[in-house]
Nanobody, 125 residues
Framework: QVHLVESGGESVQAGASLKISCAAS????????VGWFRQAPEKDREFVAG?????????VFSESVKGRFTISRDSASDRVYLHMNNLEIEDSAVYYC?????????????????WGQGTQVTVSS
């Protein structure tokens, strides 16, 4: 189990950009594939984006965010960032990061072992 902490969520207007981050307080995040998921009220949690563990970087995105969101790692701070651009009202949700022992993360929640508590992103018109 890895203790994950998300931060950076806030309320923004549609069209804005926002960066949220994921950190591990008791482990080395670069050892894991990391995925970002989100859950809106009364909806199932869904995969958003993922980044491979250290080494050759591989990123994956859901169709709903491809072209608007990017994901990156910062080795100095050992954090993973989700960069969200051109935000839409439909992007409003609690965003969770999660770690997997797989080098390249997938959209399947069952492959993730540890989850953070989430950070709220609210997009208004």
């Amino acid at each position: 189990q890895v203790h994950l902490v998300e931060s950076g969520g806030e309320s923004v207007q549609a069209g804005a950009s926002l960066k949220i981050s994921c950190a591990a307080s008791d482990s080395t995040l670069s050892n894991y594939g990391v995925g970002w998921f989100r859950q809106a009220p009364e909806k199932d949690r869904e995969f958003v984006a993922g980044i491979s563990s250290s080494g050759t970087t591989t990123t994956v995105f859901s169709e709903s965010v491809k072209g608007r969101f990017t994901i990156s790692r910062d080795s100095a701070s050992d954090r993973v960032y989700l960069h969200m651009n051109n935000l839409e009202i439909e992007d409003s949700a609690v965003y969770y990061c999660a770690t997997t022992d797989r080098r390249v993360p997938t959209k399947w929640e069952a492959q993730y072992n540890s989850w953070g508590q989430g950070t709220q992103v609210t997009v208004s018109s």
